[in-house]
């Protein structure tokens, strides 16, 4: 009996430890750090992190430059998180207090300031500040800076990079200069488009097209509906129906509906590692278990 009252013991100061001491480990995915990206013009921003945690929000303000005033409103497509861009409903931004709600992946902030100087509509003449335009003409592509003024004789390099299913080639991307196509000056090498120095008013263009892999999926997918069109037309023919590999993708293109992909940049799974943890559980059991087999032997002694 002694024997058995020194394994109870034992068994129950291993489950008061389990349960006692602090949790020092967390699920995969908590504590995942994120990096922080600025493309900035005519403006700065304080405090500038480089990276931030997963769940956590960010609050930040930006100052506008000598020269520039901020804007009223951020433009589509200025903030980033995980190759999604936000929508106004996911930031509050505001007389140059920006915050961010949740961060779930790798942050990108354009943000561009407005030159005071005007606009102006003479093309390739200076804004009056030294400076010209650079704006985008984009198709599936994104860059890593927004539209904004350069100051006159300076370098110009921003990164291009083609949406998820498409590919940029350095043939699909051109350059204007006050409204005309140019063939020196500038470079496109691994997705950075540099420019040697600002002269006028620039137009930058890329256009990206589908991979191969995304040509034949939409061509399988013209297959399938072909084949469920043929089938709602002719009700006693049963051939198109064979053409699918399996009962459930059949099943799903006679109801009409696309099954749902979660292995998107926009879907997360769930976070882990919260509420109490199942070793509590484990422990406390052991704990009532320990204490009835004493009270049992007690009273069988």
Known sequence: MDKI?????????????????????TSADEGDMYSVTYNLTGVTVSPQVSQVEEGDGMDMTFTANEGYTLPEELPEGAIQIGGTYLSESDYIYQDGDLSIIDVFGDVVINVAGISESGDNNDPGSSSGDGSYSVTYDL??????????????????????????????????VAVQVNNEYVYSGYSYNEGVLEIDSVTGDIIIEAIATPKASSKNNNKNNNNTNNNTSDKKNNTGNKSSSNNSSSKSSQAMASSGRTATNYSTSSYRAPRTGDGMDIRYYGAFALIFLGAGCLLAGKKFK
């Open 5 to 25: 009252k020194k394994y109870l013991v034992t068994g129950i100061m291993c489950a008061l430890f389990m349960a006692l001491v602090p949790k020092t480990f």
């Open 139 to 172: 198709y599936e592509v994104t860059a890593s800076k927004q539209d904004g003024n350069v100051k006159e004789g300076t370098s110009y390099s921003v990164k291009l990079k083609a949406n998820k299913g498409f590919k940029l080639n350095a043939s699909n």
